[in-house]
């Protein structure tokens, strides 16, 4: 089993910049990926990027591509999303998101196992 924390949310104008961490413990060797997803109020969970643990190929949803990096810390087990050039729109909670299942979809909340609490971003206009 793995456990995953977020950390790093908050409130920013827009254009500003704000880097999530989501620290993953427990069962971390048989992950293979981790994403992260986000929530805004009365909307459903969306994908917005995701790495493969092993060899780092990342993937993002085409509405945060040039603003959004994904990354991770393999020895420290640590994910991150550093989020640049913020909008209003980018206000959600964010989730981070591990998969343990090799060849899962990893744009799809499907495709992960165990998740976060989730961290709130709010971005003003």
């Known amino acids: 089993q793995v456990h995953v924390v977020e950390s790093g949310g908050g409130l920013v104008q827009a254009g500003g910049s704000l880097r999530l961490a989501c620290a993953a413990s427990?069962?971390?060797?048989?992950?293979?990926?981790m994403g992260w997803f986000r929530q805004a109020p009365g909307k459903e969970r969306e994908f917005v990027a995701a790495?493969?643990?092993?060899?780092?190929?990342?993937y993002y949803a085409d509405f945060v591509k040039g603003r959004f990096t994904i990354s991770r810390d393999n020895a420290k087990n640590i994910l991150y999303l550093q989020m640049n050039n913020s909008k209003p729109e980018d206000t959600a909670v964010y989730y981070c998101?591990?998969?343990?299942?090799?060849?899962?979809?990893?744009?799809?909340?499907?495709?992960?196992?165990?998740w976060g609490q989730g961290t709130q971003v709010t971005v003003s206009s």
């Open positions: 998101a591990a998969g343990v299942r090799y060849g899962s979809n990893w744009s799809r909340s499907y495709g992960y196992d165990y």
């Open positions: 427990g069962g971390t060797s048989s992950t293979f990926a």
């Open positions: 790495i493969r643990w092993s060899g780092g190929v990342t």
